[in-house]
């Protein structure tokens, strides 16, 4: 296992970049924790997997250095890195057995005997595959054969980083939740250093201890799960992680209000005068933004639809003409289309050019 730094890591497939826009990963620095459990989040295109080659030594960065446990392996192959990486698509040996699957890249360190034995039947079984230790990888199944691969990446206890690139593509939507827990609770049994890539934010937020999202070469925010949903750091986190996503409005703000569309809205914190050329909006999730008969307080909004989405209901509705997603409470009936919005001032941010402004405390 190894602490990860990324120091001032950047990467242009270009020779010779000129501006932001000629990197695939614009640099950065950041820390992969020994014994972390991270996701490395974004949209396809985003940067991802540059990021993910570049730590397992399949590219070479053109600007930053990656050091393992302080380290410096930027020039070093993959080969002398010491990781274990399982990939979208299984790679098992058919001809050989689950157990010789499993055993091979222990017998490639030189292990042998008992201790081999020992490590291939404990990840057999937080895997289940102990009743498929003799079968051939041939006669296997796409998703017991990714089990597999996922064991082949687990069975090395002196791996420094295991890095799964989407690993549960193949699977089949109904196992892809039965893996996922799987792999959460290996990570919690192994005690290994683990990046997970994925453009699917279930996938992530539920293995992840900390999620570092990316969006177009950058990474915008990391954090635990909890902390993208109640804090996101960048509007493209407040989109791209909720379903509805955070609705963002623009805004004028000044000290503790916000005003949309002649409207104010209360801000918990307090804001200095912010930069004038900046776009400034607010965003607020649909979890708390909640509706509210007419004249209920808060602010006059016009309900379009109401989605049911089995255990919540999702109310569109305008603010000014401005589309925003609402929580319908259970109990509420509406007469007509005129209702009230109720925001928590908490959760209410405050973005200038995307990027969330810190107020000052309460
Ligand atoms: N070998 C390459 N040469 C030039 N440009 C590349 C190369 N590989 C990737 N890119 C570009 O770098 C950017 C980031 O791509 P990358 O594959 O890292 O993203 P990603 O988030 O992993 O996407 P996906 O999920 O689709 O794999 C994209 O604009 C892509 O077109």
Sequence with gaps: MARIDLQ???HSYTPNPKSDDDYALKPMTHVWEQGGAYALLG????????????????????????????KDVTALPTEARNIAQVFQFPVVYDTMTVYEN????LRNRGLRGAPLDARVREIAGLLDLTAD??????NLTADAKQKISLGRGLVRPDVAAILFDEPLTVIDPHLKWELRSKLKALHRALDLTMIYVTHDQTEALTFADKVVVMHDGRVVQVGRPQELFERPAH?????FIGSPGMNVLPAEVSGRAARV?????????GYPALDGKAKIEIGVRP???????????GVPVRVRRLDDLGRTRIARVELSGLPMAAT???????????????????????????????????
């Design 8 to 10: 001032s890591l950047g």
């Design 43 to 70: 949209p396809s295109g985003c940067g991802k997997t540059t990021l993910l080659n570049i730590i397992s030594g399949l590219l070479t960065p053109s600007e930053g250095r990656v050091l393992f446990d302080g």
């Design 102 to 105: 499993l055993a091979f890249p």
């Design 133 to 138: 230790l003799n079968r051939r990888g041939r």
């Design 235 to 239: 509007v493209f986190v407040g989109h």
């Design 261 to 269: 569309g002649g409207h104010v809205i209360a801000l918990r914190r």
């Design 287 to 297: 979890e708390f933004a909640t509706l509210a008969p007419a004249g209920a307080g």
């Design 328 to 362: 319908v409470p259970e109990d509420l009936t509406l007469a007509g289309d005129e209702a009230s919005l109720l925001l928590d001032p908490a959760m209410v941010h405050v973005y200038a050019d995307g990027t969330l402004v810190e107020g000052e405390a309460a």
